[in-house]
């Protein structure tokens, strides 16, 4: 178990429609990233999220967005989606925003049909 | 733009052979760290071990090490003593020293066969 919650572990969904995926992070972690895992693209950083702010981003569509709240947890949103959103969407924490390890969550296996 | 290349998709290996993955990786900067993470049919993506750029000494963790080579920009990972626990896809990353954010190679996925 590596500390860090993600929820739900599977969502079933249609197109156009909008989910939030959520994150908690390892107690005491700080920096909240979120990957997407796709069978065609690999593992691709989508953003990143320092004690409440927006630190890095990555490959992420407008039609996605991510915060972070005062607890430190994050939320993951993707509206008006695709059939091409359809993956494997993680979570990891690590310590600070420099590069400690990160600790991925389960991840949430999303799939739009 | 940082990048990380896996050559080899699929690998097999006996159980107690020793296999080793390569990974290389293009960067600019000077503060990074190097990752293996392994993912098992779970998907759980599990830390196998770390490196940091400034440092020369190999990192090793129990069955796994690394041979850094700074100047190559290479890094692979070898597994001894194979077990059949080791079957997984396993990912080379590239974190960067500024963000934190990880740069992931397309995987290989290892078999190791009883």
């Known amino acids: 178990d590596s500390g860090v919650t993600q929820t739900p572990k599977h969502l079933i969904t249609a197109t156009g429609q909008r989910v939030t995926l959520r994150c908690s992070p390892r107690?005491?972690?700080?920096?909240v990233y979120w990957y997407q895992q796709s069978l065609d693209q690999g593992l691709q950083f989508l953003i990143q999220y320092y004690n409440g702010e927006e630190r890095a981003k990555g490959n992420i569509l407008e039609r996605f967005s991510a915060q972070q709240f005062p607890d430190l947890h994050s939320e993951l949103n993707l509206s008006s989606l695709e059939l091409g959103d359809s993956a494997l969407y993680f979570c990891?924490?690590?310590?600070?925003?420099?590069?400690?390890?990160?600790?991925f969550g389960q991840g949430t296996r999303l799939t739009v049909v | 733009a940082q990048t990380v290349t896996q050559s080899q998709p699929e690998m097999s290996v006996q159980e107690a052979e020793t296999v080793t993955l390569s990974c290389t990786y293009d960067?600019?900067?000077?503060?990074?760290?190097l990752f293996w993470y392994k993912q098992p049919p779970s998907r759980q993506m599990i830390l196998v071990i770390r490196q940091e750029a400034y440092k020369q000494q190999n990192a090793t963790e129990n069955r796994f090490s690394v041979n850094f080579q700074k100047a190559a920009k290479s890094f692979s990972l070898k597994i001894s003593d194979s077990q059949l626990g080791d079957t997984a896809m396993y990912f080379c990353?590239?974190?960067?020293?500024?963000?934190?954010?990880?740069?992931f190679g397309q995987g290989t996925t290892l078999q190791v066969k009883p």
């Open positions: 990891a924490s690590s310590a600070e925003w420099g590069t400690t390890e990160a600790f």
């Open positions: 990353a590239y974190g960067s020293g500024n963000t934190g954010k990880l740069i």
């Open positions: 960067t600019s900067e000077n503060n990074y760290y």
């Open positions: 107690s005491g972690d700080l920096s």
